[in-house]
T-cell receptor, first 110, second 113 residues
C-alpha cells in the first residue's frame, strides 16, 4: 500500500519546455504538502511547500486539488540544471510523519 | 538554516558486523526519522522518534534498532549487518509543530560485503 503515487517517468524534455508532474495521495486527512528535489546520489532538498490556493516560486508553480486528492508541480522554461528527481510529500494533521512518493525523474536536454 | 549531519558519507562493513549510523541536528527539532532509499522503491521509513528516549517502528524495522538519548542525536543500529541492508540511509528531522517540512542529512551509502 503506497499512500503517495507518482509517475516515475523519466520525463525527457528540451530546454525551454514546460513540464508538469502530478502526484496523488490516498489519505484524505493529509494537510501538509511539499515538493522536494533530489539530485543523483544526494539527499532530498525542499523545493517548495504547496498551499491550498496554489503558489509560485520563480519558474515553479505548485497546485493542490483537495477534491481529487492530487498535487501538481509545473516547471516553466526548463533548464539543464532542473534535471533531477522530484518527490512529492503528504503529511496528515494527526501524524507528523511525512509520506514520500517514489519520485518522478526529469531529464532536460539541450 | 537547519543542519542535519550524518556521521559518514560512505561505509563498507562486513556481514555480521554491528553498524552504527549517527545523525545530529542543530535546530532543536522534536521529530527525527531514519529512511533507507533503494532504486525503484523510494524512501522507506525504518524508525522514527518524537522525543528523547521515544521510538516508533516505521514500515521496515526488521534488522534495525535505534537510540535517542539526546534530543539532537538519533542513531540507527544494524545489529548484524547483512548484504540486503546495502543501501542509502537518510536521516531527517522535523519540528513538532504541524505543517513544517522535513530536512535531511547528506545520506550514508552503506555497502555490506
Amino acid at each position: 500500500r503506497k499512500e503517495v503515487e507518482q509517475d516515475p517517468g523519466p520525463f525527457n524534455v528540451p530546454e525551454g519546455a514546460t513540464v508538469a508532474f502530478n502526484c496523488t495521495y490516498s489519505n484524505s486527512a493529509s494537510q501538509s504538502f511539499f515538493w522536494y528535489r533530489q539530485d543523483c546520489r544526494k539527499e532530498p532538498k525542499l523545493l517548495m511547500s504547496v498551499y491550498s490556493s496554489g503558489n509560485e516560486d520563480g519558474r515553479f508553480t505548485a497546485q493542490l486539488n483537495r477534491a481529487s486528492q492530487y498535487i501538481s508541480l509545473l516547471i516553466r522554461d526548463s533548464k539543464l540544471s532542473d534535471s533531477a528527481t522530484y518527490l512529492c510529500v503528504a503529511s496528515s494533521g494527526g501524524s507528523y510523519i511525512p509520506t514520500f512518493g517514489r519520485g518522478t525523474s526529469l531529464i532536460v536536454h539541450p | 538554516d537547519v543542519k542535519v549531519t550524518q556521521s559518514s558519507r560512505y561505509l563498507v562493513k562486513r556481514t555480521g558486523e554491528k553498524v552504527f549510523l549517527e545523525c545530529v541536528q542543530d535546530m532543536d527539532h522534536e521529530n527525527m526519522f531514519w529512511y533507507r532509499q533503494d532504486p525503484g522503491l523510494g524512501l522507506r521509513l525504518i524508525y522514527f522518534s518524537y522525543d528523547v528516549k521515544m521510538k516508533e517502528k516505521g514500515d521496515i524495522p526488521e534488522g534495525y534498532s535505534v537510540s535517542r538519548e539526546k534530543k539532537e542525536r538519533f542513531s540507527l543500529i544494524l545489529e548484524s549487518a547483512s548484504t540486503n541492508q546495502t543501501s542509502m540511509y537518510l536521516c531527517a528531522s522535523l519540528p513538532g509543530t504541524g505543517g513544517a517540512a522535513a530536512f535531511f542529512g547528506q545520506g550514508t551509502r552503506l555497502t555490506v560485503v
